[in-house]
């Protein structure tokens, strides 16, 4: 059974959770030129 978490971003299966802990560097490249250094997701 795959189990789900609830976070901010809504339901994550338990499975990527436990994946996701294993990253240890992540780099984004987020363009703008005005930004305020924030990541915004949304649906």
């Not at 436990?18 to 005005?34: F, N, P, R």
């Amino acid at each position: 059974m795959n189990t789900m978490i609830e976070t901010c971003y809504g339901a994550v299966s338990k499975q990527i959770m436990q994946k996701a802990e294993k990253v240890q560097l992540l780099i984004c490249d987020v363009d703008g030129v005005m930004s305020d250094g924030l990541i915004y997701m949304g649906q």
